[in-house]
């Protein structure tokens, strides 16, 4: 077989600091959104969240997987695995301990120049995604989060920081983490953008669509801001893929489905990497009674911020009909109704590599600029026996997904990019546990925050290390 993948395609594994970091007080970091969240109380997706950080919750976030402290271990077993490429993202309360300040913290900017320095050292390229659902608490607690327009100005006051500091260091940027989950009232997501519980009642549809146009115009000035300090940067969005096939080939099932296709993705998409509100979205904001603020210049802004590339997250499909009785699946913030041909993790999120080629040809011939997936794994209860993880089953859906990218590619598909979701075991965003892991590395570290931290490499991560070293060839 030829081989499909480019020579310089970007093979790569993907964490986020809120997730992976720990370290949470340290370095003149301040708190962020997500250090108020503890795990799940009732086994469901909901973590408890808290007002602020209390002393008798235990906060996994606080330690993640104590990357703050073992970063050149961590990334010298990236180095070992052959990674090209390692998509992370940076704290924003470590930069700005509450958001608004104009001088940043110095310390917090120097972590991350030694992240870089240590990657550079094995040839990483670091993809960085700027905000990933960890916006600095104080931000949530006074300003109402990304609720209020002054964000924007706080956001890019950031952004121009990184830009700055980093440049030439990093080139690969993403503005904000699946931007289009503030569609969906789930509890990680309106706590991220707002520090809002899923139970509350402010917590809007009308309320998340004026946040998401907030963080629109926030991400447009930011790529305008990001070509302006470096020609080289290439920024882009970051698009969580919640594909829902029509349940029956009834044709109002058809409809159902492309119009939840057109709002929960090709409406972020449409005004990330076109530049402005598709029809589509006008009708639905109308039809719903949904108002959202802009200012007149807004229209040029979306215009003038166009994104480079487009980066997305898959790990699953679902169903969406009109027969309400079928029974729905478990997700995360993505979900739908049970699809009979296929099969699910243990927790419940279906597996289907074929939904991915479908995917990207469906993004792809619409915009036609590159593609980056930057996240995509399956999230299991591994067990260590003799200091070794088996983890075919990782490596199975791994691989079949990384085949239907290479069948993607022959279509005519640019992708440049595969981060997995994760390289090391990390805290679980829906459920703030550990045990749902996803790493190609294994943390020794269990629900309550017990454990030795220490690292073992799985069988997963022998396995990529030949994939990388075959360009994809040998699976
Ligand atoms: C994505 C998020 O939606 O899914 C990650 O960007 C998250 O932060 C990943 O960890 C997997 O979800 P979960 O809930 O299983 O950790």
Known sequence: MNNRFPENFLWGAATSAGQVEGGWNEGGRGPSIMDILGGSVDGSVHRHQTVKVMKDVYYPGHTGSDFYHQYKEDIALMGQMGLKS???????????????????????????????????????????????????????????????????????????????????????????????????????????????????????????????????????????????????????????????????????????????????????????????????????????????????????????????????????????????????????????????HLKATEFGWQIDPLGLRWVLNNVYYRYQIPIMIVENGMGTVDTVQDGKIIDNYRIDYLQKHIEQIGESIADGVEVIAYTPWSALDLVSLSGGTMRKRYGLIYVDKDDYGDGTLKRIPKKSFYWYKKVIGSNGLDL
Not at 133 to 162: E, K, N, Q, V
Not at 282 to 294: D, N, P, Q, S, V
Request: aromatic share 12%; hydrophobic share 35%; net charge negative.
């Open 86 to 340: 390692y998509r992370m993202s940076i704290s924003w309360s470590r930069i700005f301990p509450e958001g608004d300040e104009r001088t940043p913290n110095e310390e917090g900017l120097q972590f991350y120049d030694n992240v870089f320095a240590e990657l550079a050292k094995y040839g990483i390229e670091p993809i960085v995604t700027i905000l990933h659902y960890d916006a600095p608490l104080h931000l949530a607690d006074h300003y109402g989060g990304w609720s209020d327009r002054r964000m924007i100005d706080f956001y890019l006051h950031y952004c121009d920081t990184l830009f700055k500091r980093y440049k030439g260091k990093v080139k690969y940027w993403i503005t904000f983490n699946e931007i289009n989950c503030l569609l969906v009232p789930f509890g990680v997501i309106t706590a991220g953008a707002m520090n809002m519980s899923y139970k509350s009642e402010d917590n809007t549809e009308q309320l998340r669509l004026q946040a998401l146009h907030h963080q629109f115009v926030a991400s447009a000035k930011a790529v305008a801001l990001g070509h302006q300090i470096d020609s080289n940067n290439k920024i882009g969005c970051m698009i969580a893929y919640m594909c829902n096939y029509p349940l029956t080939c009834r044709p109002e099932d058809i409809r159902l489905a492309q119009q939840d296709d057109q709002i929960k993705n090709m409406l972020c998409g449409d005004v990330q990497v076109r530049g402005s509100y598709p029809g589509f979205a006008t009708r639905y904001f109308a039809e719903k009674g949904l108002h959202i603020e802009m200012l007149p210049e807004d229209t040029e802004t979306l215009k003038s911020g166009t994104v480079d590339f487009y980066a997305m997250s898959y790990y699953m499909t679902n169903c969406i009909g009109t027969d309400e009785s079928q029974e729905f699946t478990a997700g995360n913030l993505i979900y739908g109704m049970k699809n009979p």
